[in-house]
C-alpha cells in the first residue's frame, strides 16, 4: 500500500510546489493561492463538481510527458506534472 502521507513534487507556472497525493489541482491552485498573493484564487467561481468548467487548465503529465488540458476540479495531481495555463480567472 502506497505511503499516503508522501508529497508529490509539482510545478505551476514554473514555480515549484510539494502538494499531498490525494489533491485534485483545482484545490492545489487554492492552496497555492493563499501562500502566494501573486496566484489568486477566486473560489467563488467554481462549481467543483463538473459543471462550470471554468477550471479548465493546460499541463504536462508528469507521467507520460504528454500535454493536457482538462477540468483541474477533476484531475489527480501526479509525480512531477508542470501546469502552463491556469484556468483563465485565476493568476494576476
Ligand atoms: S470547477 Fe466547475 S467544472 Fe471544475
Known sequence: MPDRSENLKVTVLGQE????????????FQA????????FFHSGYYCWNNRCKTCIFTYVDGETGETITAQSCLTKVK??????AVPNNMGS
Request: glycine fraction near 8%.
Open 17 to 28: 510546489y510539494e502538494v499531498p497525493e490525494t489533491d485534485c489541482w483545482l484545490r492545489v
Open 32 to 39: 497555492v493561492g493563499f501562500n502566494n498573493p501573486e496566484f
Open 79 to 84: 509525480n512531477g506534472d508542470q501546469v502552463i
